[in-house]
């Protein structure tokens, strides 16, 4: 009888653990705009721009992982590597760079700007 009744007064919080399976998106998305990066004079050549924009300048990305509801594009040369972080508006569309992150292949900082001159397809 006191097995049961402990059982039973588990239920409700063994209950309170269990998921629906349900993704819920975050309500406020960063954007562009928003990013402190958009006001770095030398980013706003990546900073707001969509996938294909990117493409055009720095050619066909090394890696392209969706992680909805963001995307990242990954680009590299023999100087540096550059992450781009892609998110879609708040009303929609298509995803457009909010953030990026610059690094050399032996994971060292390296400038962002500087990053992003020396990848860009002459």
């Known amino acids: 009888m006191i097995r049961k009744l402990i059982i039973l007064s588990t239920l409700p919080a063994l209950s309170a653990c269990v998921s629906s399976g349900a993704v819920q998106t975050p309500v ?3 954007t562009a705009a928003e990013s402190p990066l958009s006001n770095v004079q030398g980013l706003e050549q990546v900073m707001g721009k969509t ?10 990305p090394q890696a392209d992982v969706a992680e909805p ?14 992450d781009a972080y892609l998110y879609p ?3 929609g569309g298509e995803g457009r760079v909010t953030h990026i992150d ?3 292949s ?3 900082e390296v400038d ?8 860009r397809v002459r």
């Open 102 to 104: 610059t690094r050399r």
């Open 69 to 82: 509801p963001a995307r990242k594009l990954q680009f590299s040369s023999g100087a540096c590597v550059l």
């Open 28 to 30: 406020n998305l960063p």
């Open 89 to 91: 508006e708040q009303s």
């Open 51 to 60: 996938a294909n924009q990117l493409k055009r300048l720095f050619g066909n």
């Open 112 to 119: 962002r700007v500087s990053c992003v001159n020396a990848l």
């Open 106 to 108: 032996d994971g060292a």
